[in-house]
């Protein structure tokens, strides 16, 4: 059997440690990617990562509702990490566009025809997706205190 022992003060400093991670507000850049979108009859999407810095020269792919598989567009953002297609308005459903660039990228929905087209849209994060990484940061956060809390014995 396999028991930990630990101080008490290690294990109140790695709470009081997750707890001021949790509840203090901080900006932090990784290698998301942001992808904007805003639609007439012809679509235009923004890519930029999440410092704000365009993804100039990014790889697009489009692909329509009946063949999610195949590219029907394919093209590279402009220096603003700008690109735009006109959707053919026959294939009505969600759109899909994906950009990459060295490694990174996202793919964002676009709904095309019918009712269902919007003014305007945003890829983000879903809830769940933000409970998951949240709670493995904090057991990483517990995960890392307790190793280096371990004593070791000589």
Known sequence: MFIIKLKWQSVIAAIAI??????????????????N???????EIIATYDSGTPMAGAQVAVYTPDDPATPWLTGICDEEGRFSFVPDTARPGIWDVQVRLAG???????????????ADGQGSFSHLQIGIMSACVIW?????????SKRRKT
């Open 37 to 43: 979108y805003t639609s007439n009859v012809e679509i």
């Open 104 to 118: 990174h990228g996202g793919i964002i929905h676009i709904p095309v025809g019918g009712d269902t087209m919007t």
């Open 18 to 35: 997750t707890m001021a991670c949790l509840f203090m507000p901080m900006e932090v850049y990784a290698h998301g990617v942001n992808i």
């Open 140 to 148: 990483g956060s517990i995960g890392t205190a307790l190793y280096f």
